[in-house]
């Protein structure tokens, strides 16, 4: 139990859905971030919010929506997805200052199927 | 910008025995450098991480790591695997300035009985 979860754990969706992926950490960051990861490849950093201010959006596709209300909640939204955005969406937060980087604590990821 | 290799995405090893998982980084500043298990269906969990002081860093589950800023390397080691070890295992790197994490493709270690 890392303080993050992430809620589906799983989901089937069709080309023409809409849906959100829900992300919670329990503690007390100030950064939230949402990663791809897809078979056989590295990683993805998609989307960086800092004190609740999108800092990086990795040059995704608009049919990934983010949204972060406050610190503590972070939400992906889906829309007119490709089957080729079928992977595993991770989040993660991490306490964040000027002066140093902190680990990145993950949640347990939400696998994504688009048909 | 940073990177990192993994140059093995595949490790098979006895149980009982040692293993080295190897991780190279490319960077033109400072880096923090992190390794991070993955268990089926399961999101990263951190095993360890260098930030500065000793090149020798020790983290959970009997694993260790040395940084070696010469070679640009942190190798994962753990002197004696158990079948739990099997799992999948990422390096990142981290530098200032900016937060963001640059993972390795992975290294998939099977823990032969």
């Known amino acids: 139990e890392t303080g993050v979860t992430q809620t589906p754990r799983h989901l089937v969706m069709g080309m023409t859905n809409k849906k959100s992926l829900k992300c919670e950490q329990h503690?007390?960051?100030?950064?939230m971030y949402w990663y791809k990861q897809s078979a056989k490849k590295p990683l993805e950093l998609m989307f960086v919010?800092?004190?609740?201010?999108?800092?990086e959006n990795n040059s995704v596709p608009s049919r990934f929506s983010p949204e972060c209300p406050n610190s503590s909640h972070l939400f992906l939204h889906l829309h007119t997805l490709q089957p080729e955005d079928s992977a595993l969406y991770l989040c993660?937060?991490?306490?964040?200052?000027?002066?140093?980087?902190?680990?990145?604590?993950f949640g347990p990821g939400t696998r994504l199927t688009v048909l | 910008a940073q990177s990192v290799t993994q140059l093995d995405s595949q490790v098979p090893v006895f149980e009982e025995a040692p293993v080295e998982l190897r991780c190279n980084y490319s960077?033109?500043?400072?880096?923090?450098l992190f390794w991070y298990v993955q268990y089926p269906n399961q999101g990263l969990q951190l095993l360890l991480k260098?930030?500065?002081?000793?090149?020798l860093v020790k983290g959970i589950n009997g694993f260790e790591a040395e940084f070696n800023k010469s070679q640009t390397s942190f190798h994962l080691r753990k002197p004696s695997v158990h079948i739990s070890d099997t799992a999948e295992y990422f390096c990142?790197?981290?530098?200032?300035?900016?937060?963001?994490?640059?993972f390795g493709t992975g290294t998939s270690l099977t823990v032969i009985p």
């Open positions: 260098y930030l500065s002081g000793s090149t």
């Open positions: 503690l007390g960051h100030n950064a």
């Open positions: 993660a937060s991490s306490q964040e200052n000027s002066h140093s980087t902190d680990t990145q604590y």
């Open positions: 960077s033109s500043v400072s880096v923090y």
């Open positions: 990142a790197v981290s530098a200032r300035p900016g937060n963001q994490f640059y």
């Open positions: 919010y800092n004190f609740k201010e999108q800092t």
